[in-house]
């Protein structure tokens, strides 16, 4: 079946590192993929997404591109911040034969930035 | 634009007892998810609804149900409560076409 599997954290970096956190799935058929992010104490926050083969996600410094060779979205920034500490959670939609919309979530790899 | 409401924020109940958590999406959203999110084990699919039907379930219990009223606004029911359905419940809202999900803060459900 369809399937989100993202890096296990904890991931802990410097302020100013470049962070990548991976993200890989299985689909049948053409998903959306999704990054979501969770600060501490809040709800699920959509940070990106994409809707294609090709297509490249943005928002807040974060980049994601969505690799049909290598069925990946992984995340990335350049400079992370003691702000950016949070869980992020990829995520896939599609539909299925039956035309119903399927939402499937990665575990969540959290983040911990230190000054 | 309002956001996802969740209400309770909180929920304290005892074995064997009933939690109704209750979740309004966003105006004109006519997609609700429920997902439980438990320490350590990420998002876990509970249920779905869309235009007031059930459209599909996670692999959780009957003991979980719920349903969605013609505003679109959903309620979640967890019957016979265990201790380990101690978790928060996240209620998401989705405008079906564009697929992506709002999410509403959640509802801590503590069973003691």
């Known amino acids: 079946g369809d399937s989100v599997t993202q890096m296990e954290g904890p991931v802990t970096l410097s302020e100013e590192a470049f962070l990548t956190i991976n993200c890989t799935y299985t689909a049948t058929g053409y998903p959306s993929l999704f990054w979501y992010v969770q600060y501490p104490g809040e709800g699920l926050q959509l940070l990106l997404k994409?809707?294609?083969a090709d297509d490249k996600g943005s928002n807040k410094g974060f980049e994601a591109t969505y690799r049909k060779e290598t069925t990946s979205f992984h995340l990335e920034k350049g400079s992370v911040q003691v702000s950016d500490s949070a869980v992020y959670f990829c995520?896939?939609?599609?539909?299925?034969?039956?035309?119903?919309?399927?939402?499937?979530w990665g575990l969540g790899t959290s983040l911990a930035v230190n000054p | 634009e309002a956001g996802v409401t969740q209400s309770p924020t909180h929920l304290i109940k005892t074995r064997g007892q009933q939690a109704t958590l209750r979740c309004s999406p966003i105006?004109?959203?006519?997609?609700v998810y429920w997902y439980q999110q438990a320490l350590g084990l990420g998002l876990q699919f509970l249920l779905w609804y869309d235009e007031g039907e059930e459209r599909n379930r996670g692999n959780f219990p009957p003991r979980f149900s719920g349903r969605q009223f013609p505003n679109y606004s959903s309620e979640l029911n967890v019957n016979a409560l265990e201790l380990e359905d101690s978790a928060l419940y996240l209620c998401?809202?989705?405008?079906?076409?564009?697929?992506?999900?709002?999410f509403g803060p959640g509802t801590r459900l503590t069973v003691l």
């Open positions: 998401a809202s989705i405008l079906t076409q564009q697929g992506s999900g709002f």
């Open positions: 994409a809707t294609k």
């Open positions: 105006s004109g959203h006519t997609s």
């Open positions: 995520a896939l939609t599609e539909f299925d034969a039956g035309n119903n919309r399927k939402l499937i």
